[in-house]
């Protein structure tokens, strides 16, 4: 009987997940499942969410800072070296 119980528990956390995916991505918050379980247990030991989504968007922020500038460096360096624009934009989205 517990077993039961348990399959059924699993069952319900699953399709909460699911529904909260959903949610996630027609809000575009760019979520994965694994990221979204993290924040769901976050908030469920107490985390604030707003402060949650805050530190989330810094990180953002942060990791596309960090990716245009690679890039940029990456370009300069590529056109230094006579490699075509065209084919340096294929591999860099920030160019």
Known sequence: ?????????????????????EISRLLNTGLDMESLSICVRLCEQGINPEALSSVIKELRK????????????D????????VNRDTIEQGCPHF
Do not use: I, P
């Open 62 to 73: 942060a990791s596309d800072s960090l990716k245009v500038r690679t890039c940029s460096g």
């Open 1 to 21: 009987m517990a077993s039961s119980a348990n399959a059924n528990n699993m069952n319900a956390v699953r399709e909460t997940m699911d529904v909260l995916l």
């Open 75 to 82: 370009r300069d360096r590529y056109l230094q070296n006579g």
